[in-house]
């Protein structure tokens, strides 16, 4: 998906539109769907993941603004701080809502409607099938200390990640994951003592 981006900031716009179209949608949802049925097998987890997890406070209910998130994504690149791979947007103006614009006869069911992303749900609504060529990959700002766990709606605490990784993730926190940090770039960090260390 990234290289069809990168051929369409090139102005390769065939090429884009060939990479494009060869991203079989319906594979990518399996795959999806297995990982998650995975998961469920619950004794193939590390015991780690059962110690108790490092409690902040109650659970955080400050919103995850559009402008924060946008904000998170440009920090970190659009790259995913736990595994690096390269993450697109579906808001307006956005990575996926540029590829339909440009090539609406690969995927029919969707349309872009004032910059904004429509699917094949009712009223327009998103299903999982409709985003199977980018469902692993799509950005999300992920609390890198669970909001479940009071980790606060801050940028210190946010991190770019993959739906994939957030996915995983769930309402684990680093230590629980054996996770050393994600690479959220110095400078973020605020003064909080409890902050994620940096480490590239
Ligand atoms: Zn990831």
Not at 77 to 105: A, D, I, K, M, N
Request: with cysteine.
């Amino acid at each position: 998906m990234r290289a069809a981006l990168d051929a369409l900031e090139a102005g390769k716009r065939a090429l884009a539109g060939e990479l494009w179209a060869s991203i079989d949608g319906n594979q990518m949802l399996e795959a999806w769907n297995a990982q998650v049925k995975a998961m469920r097998d619950k004794s193939r987890w590390p015991d780690s993941l059962f110690e108790p997890p490092e409690v902040w406070g109650e659970k955080t209910t400050k919103p995850l603004t559009t402008t924060l998130s946008s904000a998170v994504f440009e920090r970190d690149g659009y790259r995913c701080s736990y595994c690096g791979v390269p993450v697109v947007t579906q808001r307006r103006g956005g990575h996926v809502p540029g590829l339909v614009t440009e090539f609406g006869e690969v995927t029919p069911w969707l349309r872009v409607v004032d910059g904004s992303l429509l699917g094949s749900g009712k009223s327009g609504a998103l299903r999982n099938v409709d985003v199977g060529k980018w469902l692993w990959v799509t950005a999300v700002a992920d609390h890198v200390h669970p909001a479940a766990l009071g980790g606060p709606t801050e940028m210190w605490n946010l991190a770019t990640a993959c739906s994939n990784c957030n996915y995983s993730k769930a309402d684990w926190t680093l230590t629980q994951l054996q996770v050393v940090a994600p690479r959220i770039p110095a400078g973020a960090a605020d003064s909080h003592d409890v902050r994620v260390d940096v480490e590239w």
